[in-house]
């Protein structure tokens, strides 16, 4: 894991914090008491708020429970992938024949190519579009 993917990470988990706290700020003026000295426009608004939040609270915490819990799934799904990437680079600069690897590790591989040959050619998954079958068979052959 290099420091710049782990900066990348504790931005984004606090972007995640910064979401959790906006929530919070708005429960927070909707429990708010209205005052006789406040303006009108501000009452309306406020008001209106209480209203929807009346009506719509428990979709409303159950649909951020969910946003949050699916943000910090997708948060972390991306930077496990970026750092098991970053440990096979390296894992390059350490072992520069392909026959050291564990023998494990090169069945897996081939196993793996060939299921993501599978997934590329089967189905339209956003996330390997910039990947090609032929791409991956030719990498799989240089290590072979």
Partial sequence: MNIASLERFKKEVNQIREYLKHIQYVSDVVGCAILVEDNEQLKALINRLKE???IFRTERRVFEYKAA?????????KYIETWIKEYFDSLCSLICDYQNLDEKIRDNHF???LKLINTITTRDIVKYQHLTKEEVLRKLNNCI
């Fill in 52 to 54: 929807h939040d009346r």
């Fill in 111 to 113: 196993e793996l190519s």
């Fill in 69 to 77: 819990i699916i943000s910090l799934y997708g948060l972390l799904e």
